[in-house]
């Protein structure tokens, strides 16, 4: 293997050589200029030529590659644009379970909240709802040109997100809901949908309630015996965790016990490394994009840097899914009218299965708990 290598490396210099003497003689024989150049002194004219060679070799051995890198570049944009689409679909389910929810629809295949699981995890190609129309594609581009456009980061809401958000805004009335639900919200009137009762989940709770505290009873008697078993061991299970990973932990341990040399270099550290861990904003990233893609772009005026940079990303950023975004449209519509699966993102879906089966048989159990039928007609 290893003399292959050597072999191709060999012969890619070869080939580059070559290469270089062909343009050589081209440019030695045409000799571009010359009447130009004839005023000045011959070593400085063969200087030159050999500088016009350089750049020739180079643009035509790296010029289409890096063509390639720029079209790859762009298509990230194409691909920002899809999360878009996808955060369309998104608010389409949300919608749907807060029907289900408050039992005034049912849908196939779902018959507990997790089901709705699987389908947040491919929103683009779920059953449970109409592909996007021409209509709620327009609105989105109406959302994406308005000033609360956020950047839908692909790819965090799932079943979790439903529930945290009834919740929050069950709990605080001026919870502050993503902004494309806001401005789907105030074009359709879903917002309604929003204060409909959490019948199913509320029932589903009470259910699970009762099998997860009949467990916990079952393993407090186990845990009796096995104590009863060693009286004069240590219950390591009941002993306190010490708190640590965190700064406030590293801060309190260098002013308390640390002396003023270390004391003094904790906080050079601090000040050194501490905006460059922002995890807020990856600013090489964003240099990067910006850069890779030799626009001139306007950054306004902040009295910090890093959010001037960041806001210039920002605005950078929404310009070109804008831009890419009907590009994007034409693609999903040609993947649902050719039936082309859409790509999921990575999770385990064999643990997603075994969730559901935890929460069925919680469920289930405290039914019969409740001398209930042990199904879900609830």
Not at 120 to 125: F, S, V
Not at 128 to 143: N, T, V
Not at 159 to 175: A, G, M, V
Request: hydrophobic share 35%.
């Amino acid at each position: 293997m290893a003399g292959n290598k050597k072999k191709s490396k060999v012969e890619e210099a070869k080939s580059d050589e070559q290469f270089y003497n062909e343009v050589y003689e081209q440019i030695m024989r045409e000799k571009p200029f010359a009447e130009e150049l004839s005023k000045y002194s011959p070593g400085h004219v063969t200087l030159f030529y050999e500088f016009l060679v350089d750049k020739k070799v180079a643009y035509m051995k790296y010029g289409a590659i890096y063509y390639k890198l720029k079209q790859e570049a762009e298509s990230v944009w194409v691909q920002e644009a899809m999360n878009g689409l996808k955060e369309i679909q998104i608010k389409k389910l949300f919608d749907l379970h807060c029907l289900w929810d408050a039992e005034k629809i049912t849908l196939p295949d779902i018959v507990i909240n997790n089901h709705f699981f699987i389908h947040t995890k491919n929103p683009l190609g779920s059953s449970l709802i109409s592909p996007i129309s021409q209509e709620e594609f327009e609105m989105y581009k109406d959302y994406i040109n308005s000033n609360n456009y956020e950047v839908f980061e692909e790819f965090f809401f799932d079943i979790s997100d439903y529930n945290e958000i009834r919740q929050e805004i069950k709990d605080d009335e001026d919870f502050h809901l993503p902004e494309w639900f806001d401005f789907h919200n105030s074009r359709t009137g879903n917002g309604v949908y929003l204060s409909f009762p959490m019948i199913r989940t509320e029932k589903e709770m009470f259910y699970r309630r009762l099998a997860i505290a009949e467990r916990d009873k079952k393993h407090e008697e186990v845990a009796l015996v096995q104590q009863q078993k060693v009286p004069e061991s240590i219950n390591i299970i009941s002993l306190p965790k010490i708190p640590y990973g965190d700064n406030k932990t590293i801060e309190f341990i260098v002013s308390s016990f640390e002396d003023k040399e270390t004391q003094n270099m904790y906080k050079k550290y601090n000040r050194m490394y501490q905006p460059l861990n922002d995890s807020e904003y990856d600013y090489q990233d964003m240099m990067d994009i910006l850069a890779q893609h030799c626009e001139v772009w306007p950054i306004e005026a902040h009295y910090d840097w890093r959010e001037a940079f960041n806001n210039c990303y920002q605005r950078y950023r929404k310009h070109k899914i804008a831009e890419a975004l009907p590009l994007a449209y034409e693609e999903y519509k040609m993947f649902v009218e050719m039936n082309i699966p859409f790509e999921v993102d990575e999770f385990d879906d064999e643990l997603a299965e075994q969730l559901n089966d935890i929460i069925s048989k919680q469920i289930l159990r405290g039914r019969v708990l409740n001398n209930e039928p042990e199904d879900f007609n609830f």
